[in-house]
């Protein structure tokens, strides 16, 4: 019996990230403009090549705070997916990257550095109208981490990563009308937010901000996991094709 070995394929690994936050109201996504080809001063997510003795991870925070000057490690950086098409990036015959997502509040302004030409916060709803569009294959990274973003919204309690140490309910319902792209019931979110178990504690204190009735503070509860889930109102707006 004679034996058939396949070709085997040296590939480079690479690690991209899709950093959210909601800045004034908006979801907001961390990009950086190319500095060099491929794809030159074209729009694209932070990232870059592994590095001997690294781990993926490693790799991720590094690129992160060499292109825009942030550190990622207080950000809690989950795995998406791995991007494994022949063609996606010409730099290597075949790059195969790895998608990190990571959700905070009122992150700062990025400075860019690296490789990066400029680094800047933009709105999700106005990443489809970028000149030239996302380089490689960034929107489908893009989409599938925003559909991942969408859907935990549903089932743990990662709203709160978006919120202030203390927050209020209008403060945590406007996380997910802004990542769900939709009006949520106000009486009802209320209800179900403060019925689930250890979703939210009360800090038993009040808000300063507004004009109006002081609202109570709250601060995140230990709970991962929400029982019982949110249930998305409607299908949120595409603003990303994959």
Same mark, same amino acid.
């Given at each position: 019996?004679?034996?058939?070995?396949?070709?085997?394929?040296?590939? +480079? !690994? $690479?690690?991209? *990230?899709?950093?959210?936050?909601?800045?004034?109201?908006?979801? &907001?996504? *961390?990009?950086?403009?190319? %500095?060099?080809? =491929?794809?030159? /001063?074209? /729009?694209? *997510? =932070?990232?870059?090549?592994?590095?001997?003795?690294?781990?993926?991870?490693? $790799?991720?925070?590094?690129?992160?705070?060499?292109?825009?000057?942030?550190?990622?490690?207080?950000?809690?950086?989950?795995?998406?997916? !791995?991007? /494994?098409?022949?063609?996606?990036?010409?730099?290597?015959?075949?790059?195969?990257? &790895?998608?990190?997502? #990571?959700?905070?509040?009122?992150?700062?302004?990025?400075?860019? @550095?690296?490789?990066?030409?400029? %680094?800047?916060?933009?709105?999700?709803?106005?990443?489809?109208? !970028?000149?030239?569009? *996302?380089?490689?294959?960034? #929107?489908?990274?893009?989409?599938?981490?925003? %559909?991942?973003?969408?859907?935990?919204?549903?089932?743990? +309690?990662?709203?709160?990563?978006? &919120?202030?140490?203390?927050?209020?309910?209008?403060?945590?319902?406007?996380?997910?009308?802004?990542?769900?792209?939709?009006?949520?019931?106000?009486?009802?979110?209320?209800?179900?937010?403060?019925?689930?178990?250890?979703?939210?504690?009360?800090?038993?204190?009040?808000?300063?901000?507004?004009? @109006?009735?002081?609202?109570?503070?709250?601060? %995140?509860? +230990?709970?991962?996991?929400?029982?019982?889930?949110?249930?998305?109102?409607?299908? =949120?707006? /595409?603003?990303?094709? @994959?």
């Amino acid at each position: 019996m004679v034996t058939r070995l396949r070709d085997r394929e040296v590939v +480079t !690994l $690479t690690a991209d *990230l899709v950093i959210l936050t909601i800045r004034e109201g908006e979801l &907001c996504l *961390l990009l950086v403009e190319r %500095a060099n080809e =491929p794809f030159k /001063s074209r /729009s694209a *997510l =932070p990232g870059g090549f592994l590095r001997a003795g690294e781990t993926i991870e490693e $790799t991720a925070l590094r690129e992160l705070a060499e292109e825009t000057s942030l550190d990622g490690l207080p950000l809690h950086l989950e795995q998406v997916g !791995l991007y /494994s098409a022949p063609d996606r990036d010409p730099r290597e015959p075949r790059v195969v990257t &790895c998608s990190f997502l #990571a959700i905070a509040p009122n992150l700062p302004v990025p400075v860019a @550095g690296s490789d990066a030409h400029a %680094a800047r916060w933009v709105p999700v709803r106005d990443v489809d109208r !970028l000149t030239g569009g *996302l380089a490689f294959d960034h #929107a489908a990274i893009l989409a599938d981490a925003l %559909a991942r973003a969408r859907t935990k919204l549903q089932y743990t +309690t990662i709203a709160t990563a978006f &919120c202030a140490p203390e927050f209020t309910i209008s403060e945590l319902r406007e996380v997910y009308e802004v990542v769900w792209g939709v009006e949520v019931d106000r009486p009802n979110f209320h209800r179900k937010v403060t019925d689930a178990d250890d979703f939210v504690v009360p800090t038993g204190k009040k808000s300063s901000k507004g004009t @109006g009735r002081p609202a109570l503070l709250y601060r %995140a509860g +230990t709970a991962r996991v929400l029982h019982p889930p949110m249930v998305l109102p409607a299908a =949120p707006e /595409s603003v990303v094709d @994959g």
